[in-house]
């Protein structure tokens, strides 16, 4: 993405510390060279989940084919058949998992060809530049080391370029991508064994930076190597609070729609920005006792919605107290200014399913920290009803990677498939079950 969004709100002094020490370590002077990973690391993109830039793809596809399955949902089953049929023993490229989509969708081949440019146009237009990591590569040029960029997905290489060009990442040594190597994917940090050969220098003298502590750390140390963990932002924004546990837990079957894609890029932003330089969850807070991060993630969802009323008069209180405070209401202003620079008017035609549910997370479930920042502006009669003792919300479990499953759960999934009504019940009983 072209040009770079800029928030009012400054780090807090945790992140400036944990910035400086980091900083520290790339200009160490026993590093000839240092290596980062590419996605999450050095970019990002404004999305919860990747499927949600191919609601991008929907209009595309509908004038290519009359299939009853939309272009997410066909995408997504060929790449787990590409993921199954290549994962072991190959690579999961691109190319491959338009080969199956192709023979899934029944479109022609020039149809291939367009579908698979858009989505290269697309990743190369949203992907955007991660502030902390472009201020470690800017730091390693210029104490002159070596830099190579690792990128294990099944983006080719013309791509990777364009998206490192896109966001202002230029004057590295090399590239490495594993399917060019002929590092099965299986071969998780096979590559590092590539980065030590392309850097020419003894392992001991490259520094990679990641954001996996099993595959980028330990990893790197058992090869000689020195490491840096970079946290991926969303499990760090996950970890912060009880906020995203919450929605789950109310959107259990809905979450994952089409409805709920404002609410998810909500949480993308929220997590893209807030979380950029790590930082850690505080004990009496879900929004890190920041009052920015509380007008961004509750006013800013309530923003998307038309016509909004406020369903108690707790929570119009609680409105009109927030909008009291500049640094709550430049959350809220940097929402709707960053959704829109990141996204246009593109989210508006999906609704405002969920954009309450923050707004009454606050209401009923939120932690002390929190409320002392909203109390001072509240009446005292508003004081006391919203004093009483908080409910404890019912969260549901947020899993980022993908749960390896028993034969059991294998089974089950061939006689009930996902989005079947028998499934759906079966599901829905289950979870009863386990709230009681």
Request: charged letters at 30%.
């Amino acid at each position: 993405m072209d040009g770079e969004f800029h928030p009012k709100r400054p780090l807090s002094a945790a992140q400036d510390e944990i910035l400086v020490k980091t900083l520290h370590e790339v200009e160490r002077n026993d590093h000839r060279a240092i290596s980062f990973k590419l996605w999450d690391t050095l970019v990002i993109t404004p999305f919860s989940r990747p499927e949600d830039m191919f609601l991008f793809m929907e209009e595309d596809f509908a004038l290519l084919t009359t299939s009853d399955k939309s272009f997410t949902q066909l995408r997504m089953e060929a790449q787990k058949a590409a993921e199954k049929k290549y994962g072991a023993k190959g690579n999961v490229t691109l190319e491959k998992i338009y080969n199956i989509f192709t023979k899934m969708s029944g479109i022609t081949p020039t149809g291939r060809e367009r579908l698979m440019t858009r989505e290269c146009d697309l990743i190369e237009h949203f992907a955007f530049p991660r502030k902390i990591g472009k201020l470690l590569f800017d730091k390693a040029k210029d104490c002159k080391n070596k830099i190579i960029v690792t990128s294990a997905s099944y983006y080719p290489r013309d791509v990777v370029v364009k998206v490192l060009c896109n966001c202002g990442y230029g004057g590295y040594d090399s590239v490495i991508i594993p399917s060019e190597q002929n590092i099965p994917d299986s071969a998780e940090t096979g590559y590092l064994d590539v980065v030590i050969k392309k850097s020419g220098v003894e392992a001991s003298n490259i520094l990679h930076i990641g954001g996996d502590f099993s595959k980028d750390v330990e990893a790197a140390i058992v090869r000689g190597m020195k490491a840096v963990m970079l946290q991926s932002v969303q499990p760090l924004m996950i970890k912060s609070g009880r906020l995203r546990g919450f929605i789950e837990e109310k959107l259990i079957f809905d979450i994952d729609s089409e409805k709920c894609m404002a609410l998810r890029s909500a949480f993308a932003l929220y997590a893209a920005y807030g979380f950029d330089v790590p930082q850690n969850k505080k004990p009496t807070s879900d929004f890190c006792l920041d009052e920015y991060m509380i007008g961004f993630m509750i006013l800013g969802p309530l923003s998307l919605i038309e016509d909004f009323e406020p369903e108690t008069e707790m929570q119009k209180s609680l409105i009109e107290a927030m909008e009291k405070n500049q640094k709550i209401t430049d959350g809220r202003d940097d929402f709707k200014d960053m959704l829109y620079f990141h996204f246009g008017d593109f989210i508006g035609k999906y609704g405002s399913e969920g954009c309450r549910l923050p707004l009454e997370f606050l209401e009923n479930h939120s932690y002390i920290g929190d409320r002392n920042i909203i109390f001072p502006l509240l009446s005292d009669k508003e004081k006391k009803n919203w004093g009483k003792a908080a409910s404890e919300p019912k969260l549901a479990t947020v899993r980022m990677e993908k749960v390896k499953k028993t034969p059991l759960q294998k089974l089950a999934d061939k006689l009930f498939p996902e989005g079947t009504n028998v499934r759906e019940m079966s599901e829905a009983v289950l979870h009863r079950k386990k709230r009681k």
